[in-house]
């Protein structure tokens, strides 16, 4: 299936290699993902968004045959997961940093896991180093921190070295030091022409790091689209001591201008990203600036704005009341396996 390019750019012709379509997953009366839709391109990271409880990581366990859906596809390379002939060389994936054996050291968990492919142990060294825990590697992982388990969790992704990467929360535990590394660790994988899905609640990082979001509220989706697609019409902000003067002037010299109380007295709104052009029409007008910038609407406040809305807030809580948890003394529920139908977590 044929990618269609940002409105302006070139057609991209590459195939989608994470196709979902019409997927949808119910739990007896719940439904946790409800006839959704997107695709992820190649060579790109897709930023995968939604509040607790919208269907983010039960998708992503339905497209590695984790969940079995009860409606629609989720293919990678144009089948299931279950139809992949070696799936370890075609897609990693990392949903959680606590599927390690505690006695075993990071090492001898990417050793068991390479053997079933048929991969030789100098990947497995080259992986320790290149995620940056090699003097951790006979270390047990039950003593690793979080930021330790999520490198282990990417180390055992790689493996195979697959052209598909799917992340659940790749920042989780992670230091500034440790988010800025992972940041540039994906744009080189990217760069690779690798195909990169991450879920993610990092909304200012996400924002450095993504060039496409999927937002998602609810199982449906909510919005679609490239970071800059997302921010809408570029426009400038201008501070100026003559508001009206400067507004008449951009208007005259047809620009789309207006007052912008949001940003503060004597702020100015102009639909148009050539700051040059603006200053020499304020000039030109004998208009003072004192403030000459982009003005772009953030992801966060984008986000909140649709996933707040009354169509899109969480259905499956009434009056923010906690679901009822089992009787007291009651034994918890036994953990899903693979293929199971229980819902995953708080975010169904």
Same mark, same amino acid.
């Given at each position: 299936?044929?990618?269609?390019?940002?409105?302006?750019?070139? *057609?991209?012709? @590459?195939?989608?290699?994470?196709?979902?379509?019409?997927?949808?997953? $119910?739990?007896?009366? +719940?439904?946790?993902?409800?006839?959704?839709?997107?695709?992820?391109?190649?060579?790109?990271?897709?930023? +995968?968004?939604?509040?607790?409880?919208?269907?983010?990581?039960?998708?992503?366990?339905?497209?590695? !045959?984790?969940?079995?859906?009860?409606?629609?596809?989720?293919?990678?390379?144009?089948?299931?997961?279950?139809?992949?002939? @070696?799936? =370890?060389?075609?897609?990693?994936?990392?949903?959680?940093?606590?599927?390690?054996? *505690?006695? @075993?050291?990071?090492?001898?968990?990417?050793?068991?896991?390479?053997?079933?492919? #048929?991969?030789?142990?100098?990947?497995?060294?080259?992986?320790?180093?290149?995620?940056?825990?090699?003097?951790?590697?006979?270390?047990?992982?039950?003593?690793?921190?979080?930021?330790?388990?999520? @490198?282990?969790?990417?180390?055992?992704?790689?493996?195979?070295?697959?052209?598909? =990467?799917?992340?659940?929360?790749?920042?989780?535990?992670?230091?500034?030091? #440790?988010?800025?590394?992972?940041?540039?660790?994906?744009?080189?994988?990217?760069?690779?022409?690798?195909?990169?899905?991450?879920?993610?609640?990092?909304?200012?990082?996400?924002?450095? $790091?993504?060039?496409?979001?999927?937002?998602?509220?609810? !199982?449906?989706?909510?919005?679609?689209?490239?970071?800059?697609?997302?921010?809408?019409?570029?426009?400038?902000?201008?501070? $100026?001591?003559?508001?009206? !003067?400067?507004?008449?002037?951009?208007?005259?010299?047809?620009?789309?201008?207006?007052?912008? *109380?949001?940003?503060? %007295? !004597?702020?100015?709104?102009?639909?148009?990203?050539?700051?040059?052009?603006?200053?020499?029409?304020?000039?030109?007008?004998?208009?003072?600036?004192?403030?000459?910038?982009?003005?772009?609407?953030?992801?966060?406040?984008?986000?909140?704005? =649709?996933?707040?809305?009354?169509?899109?807030?969480?259905?499956?809580?009434?009056?923010?009341?906690?679901?009822?948890?089992? %009787?007291?003394?009651? *034994?918890?529920?036994?953990?899903?396996?693979?293929?199971?139908?229980? %819902?995953?977590?708080?975010?169904?």
């Amino acid at each position: 299936m044929t990618v269609t390019a940002a409105a302006g750019g070139p *057609p991209d012709t @590459r195939e989608a290699a994470i196709v979902v379509r019409d997927l949808s997953k $119910t739990f007896g009366d +719940f439904v946790a993902v409800d006839h959704l839709s997107f695709e992820v391109t190649p060579g790109r990271i897709t930023g +995968f968004l939604g509040p607790n409880g919208a269907g983010k990581t039960t998708t992503l366990r339905m497209l590695l !045959g984790l969940v079995r859906p009860s409606g629609g596809t989720g293919l990678i390379d144009g089948v299931t997961y279950a139809e992949l002939p @070696r799936p =370890l060389e075609t897609v990693g994936a990392a949903l959680e940093a606590t599927n390690f054996h *505690p006695g @075993r050291s990071g090492r001898d968990h990417l050793r068991v896991l390479a053997a079933t492919h #048929g991969i030789p142990d100098s990947r497995v060294d080259e992986l320790l180093a290149l995620v940056g825990i090699p003097a951790a590697a006979r270390k047990r992982a039950g003593g690793y921190s979080m930021g330790m388990r999520q @490198r282990l969790g990417l180390a055992a992704a790689l493996l195979g070295d697959p052209h598909v =990467l799917i992340l659940d929360e790749p920042a989780n535990g992670l230091d500034p030091e #440790g988010i800025r590394w992972l940041r540039g660790f994906l744009r080189h994988l990217a760069s690779e022409g690798k195909t990169i899905l991450i879920s993610s609640h990092l909304l200012t990082e996400v924002e450095q $790091t993504v060039d496409d979001v999927v937002i998602i509220a609810n !199982g449906q989706l909510v919005r679609q689209g490239t970071i800059d697609e997302l921010h809408g019409e570029t426009t400038a902000l201008v501070r $100026t001591s003559n508001s009206r !003067g400067l507004i008449d002037a951009l208007r005259a010299a047809g620009l789309e201008a207006g007052d912008e *109380p949001a940003q503060g %007295p !004597g702020a100015v709104r102009v639909v148009t990203g050539d700051l040059v052009r603006v200053g020499d029409i304020a000039l030109g007008a004998g208009v003072p600036v004192h403030e000459l910038r982009v003005l772009r609407t953030d992801l966060e406040r984008l986000y909140f704005q =649709l996933t707040e809305s009354p169509e899109n807030r969480n259905r499956n809580l009434t009056d923010g009341a906690l679901p009822a948890g089992p %009787p007291t003394g009651a *034994p918890p529920p036994p953990s899903p396996g693979p293929g199971s139908d229980a %819902p995953e977590g708080s975010d169904r």
